[in-house]
């Protein structure tokens, strides 16, 4: 009895300390059987075992709006067994959805836009059918924002929005769009008509024409003690200036085969991959599988 005790007291402090390491980071829960092929049967529906936002924080996740776009599966392929899965076993996939505007107002064209998750972050699609051409997105707000004439408001990444001229009396907002304090667009709104959201469309992002990279509405104009003030209600902008094309033959780490089927994306392992005990085996883009320390006839191990 006493070393039947000190045996389950080792195995509980092992426990701990393979969950303790986890929680450093967003992982996933943590998936345990005799080889690979029982996971998948356990976890899994025997032929594949599927890990979304759900299961693994570290996915992109619209919590607003209940989204997730993101999986990563393993797949009962030829050559998974034991500790390795197999060529084409290790497959992320992520598919755009629709999401609302956080500012809402469909009136004004505030209704929905095609989102995609990409290892963990949001980007929006040039194409809202095609998930091949991505720019991250870096602002989605519906916050009210004041701003006066001549003053900046900083958008991040090296985007700004600068008031020029404010016109109370005819209600309107001359505002100039900046990337990295060289001018973008520039137009002059009017606050209380359909013409109070700003869109600015660009060519030439990726080859893509009539992009739209910011969306901007002016919710009112009004006088203050000593500045005429414009307050803005809806801003949503994406970093068009680093967005990306995928290839076909691009690779992401041990992810090397993509495949991109109209709004969807696969990418998957053109070599085995083995889960090694007692290691840190990266996937793709800071995405690794924590393989626990364990007997040959124990595999354990997350997705973090």
């Known amino acids: 009895m006493k ?9 509980l402090m092992l426990l701990i300390v393979f969950a303790s390491a986890a929680s450093a980071a967003a992982r996933s829960n943590v998936y345990n059987g005799s080889d690979i092929d029982d996971i998948i049967d356990t ?5 594949s075992l599927t890990i979304d936002a759900a299961e693994f924080e570290g996915f992109y996740y619209d919590i607003d709006n209940d989204v997730k776009t993101e999986t990563i599966s393993i797949k009962d392929v030829s050559g998974t067994q034991s500790n390795v899965i197999g ?12 999401v609302a505007y956080e500012y809402e107002n469909a009136n004004a064209g505030w209704n929905q836009y095609p989102i995609i998750g990409f290892f963990g972050e949001g980007y929006i699609p040039l194409q809202s059918n095609s998930a091949d051409k991505l720019a991250k997105l870096i602002l989605d707000s519906d916050d009210k924002y004041t701003i006066i004439t001549g003053e900046t408001l900083d958008l991040g990444q090296g985007y700004t929005l600068e008031a020029k001229q404010i016109d109370v009396d005819g209600e ?23 013409n109070s959201t700003w869109d600015v469309e660009l ?24 500045d005429s003030i414009a307050q803005i209600e809806g801003i949503w902008l994406i970093d068009y ?12 780490c041990n992810l090397n085969d993509v495949l991109i089927n109209g709004d969807t994306l696969s990418i998957s392992n053109e070599n085995t991959f083995i889960l090694v005990r007692n290691s840190d085996q990266e996937i793709a883009e800071n995405m690794y599988f924590h393989i626990a320390n364990t007997n040959p006839d124990v595999l354990r191990f997350y997705l973090w």
């Open 172 to 194: 309107k907002v001359w505002l100039q769009f900046n990337k990295d304090g060289e001018y973008v667009d520039d137009k002059i709104i009017s606050v209380g008509t359909d």
């Open 203 to 226: 060519d030439d992002v990726q080859d893509e024409d009539d992009v739209v990279v910011l969306r901007v509405h002016v919710n009112q104009v009004f006088q203050g003690a000593s």
């Open 43 to 47: 976890y899994g529906d025997g032929t």
């Open 3 to 11: 070393r039947f005790t000190v045996l389950s007291l080792a195995v």
């Open 241 to 252: 200036a680093n967005a990306m094309t995928i290839e076909s033959d691009d690779d992401f």
């Open 87 to 98: 060529e084409s076993g290790l497959v992320y996939e992520t598919q755009i959805q629709q």
